[in-house]
């Protein structure tokens, strides 16, 4: 029998079991962090250890961590590679900040506003070429084959992303294709290149995949909408962020999908910038919970963490199985 979300009711779900459960091979993966951020351009690794030392779980690479003691794996190659998943997850996001103007990122401003846009694109490059060393280091053809088409799915999802920014029709597949890239892609590489290291066939890789990218998604979900129901202490970034840039997430197709004429006109003159203040972020509040397109977006995220809980069903019962479900929980009820 598969286990199920909320199996640890009356509890809070916590990313602690994991985070214990891979301290030991977590620290050699800071250590190799740290050593690959060093250049003799002073400026790099004050710029990457800004974002990098900024309170993040690093659960990107937990999760390699983690697949790999599921499988019984006791090397160390998979140190290199966690590494160099953290080093794309940090590359991305130094380039997200940039595309989108954010000022905040994990409650800190972003290293944009703090060395300007120039300098986060090129270190944002230099830690994806890090990545690659690492990956090639990590000596798996296999691996490098995943995380570099992990790489490029990002950037294509980025490019979607912007491409689609201040489009009222946008739909859910086309949202869904864009999470499903940008977000779950890494997620699913970091997950799947614990089942090659650990020598597995492609029933397992495929399994863990399954599992990374279906969390991935089940991520993104609760991040979008916590947009629209959490401040921006909770959140780590300005609350209403993504409703000022005109990001058509799912809580905003929801209710426009959902919504009269008037409603519909407001959110055509929200998204194409015309009316995206304080007032109109909270009018945009008050319209996707009423139309219970935050609900009914925590409601997908749990159907697809319920759907990453399935993929492990066919591993025994052990502590890193567990932790990797309730890691799904932690993720999921982030929105509550």
């Known amino acids: 029998m598969s286990a199920t979300l909320h199996r640890l009711a009356g509890t809070s779900p916590s990313l602690d079991p994991m985070i ?7 620290a050699a993966v800071n250590r190799v962090i740290v050593d690959r951020m060093r250049s003799e351009i002073p400026l790099i690794p004050e710029l990457a250890g800004h ?12 999760l390699t961590l983690a697949g790999a003691r599921l499988l019984g794996y006791g090397g160390t190659r998979h140190h290199l590679l966690a590494a160099a998943v953290e080093f794309i997850h940090t590359a991305t996001l130094l ?3 940039v595309v989108d103007g954010s000022d905040l990122r994990r409650g800190k401003r972003t290293a944009n506003i703090i060395w300007g846009n120039p300098a986060s694109v090129l270190v944002g490059d230099f830690l994806f ?3 690659f060393e690492l990956m090639v280091e990590g000596g798996s053809l296999r691996a490098l084959e995943i995380l570099s088409n992990a790489s490029a799915v990002i950037a294509e999802g980025e490019v979607n992303q912007l491409t689609a920014v201040r489009r009222i029709d946008l739909g859910e597949e086309r949202y869904l294709d864009i999470i499903g890239a940008k977000t779950a892609a890494l997620f699913a590489a970091a997950c799947r290149i614990a089942a090659v290291v650990a020598d597995r066939g492609e029933a397992e890789e495929l399994a863990l995949d399954s599992y990374g990218r279906n969390l991935g998604i089940a ?19 300005d609350a209403g962020d993504d409703f000022r840039e005109g990001k058509m997430t799912l809580p905003v197709i929801l209710a426009y999908a959902r919504g009269g004429e008037d409603e519909r006109a407001f959110w055509r003159d929200a998204v194409s910038g015309r009316r995206a203040g304080d007032e109109e972020f909270a009018q945009a509040v008050a319209l996707v919970r009423q139309s219970r397109a935050v609900d009914d977006t925590f409601a997908r995220a749990r159907h697809y963490g319920q759907l990453a809980i399935d993929s492990l069903a066919a591993f ?3 502590a890193a199985k567990d932790s990797m479900i309730e890691a799904v929980e932690f993720a999921v009820a982030r929105a509550y």
Do not use: C, N, W
């Open 20 to 26: 214990d459960l891979v301290a030991e091979d977590m």
């Open 51 to 62: 974002l990098i030392a900024g309170g993040g779980k690093r659960l990107r690479p937990m």
């Open 95 to 97: 380039h997200d900040d």
């Open 129 to 131: 070429s890090r990545s």
């Open 219 to 237: 991520f993104q979900l609760v991040d979008d909408a916590i947009d629209y129901t959490s401040d921006s202490g909770t959140m780590g970034k």
């Open 316 to 318: 025994p019962g052990s």
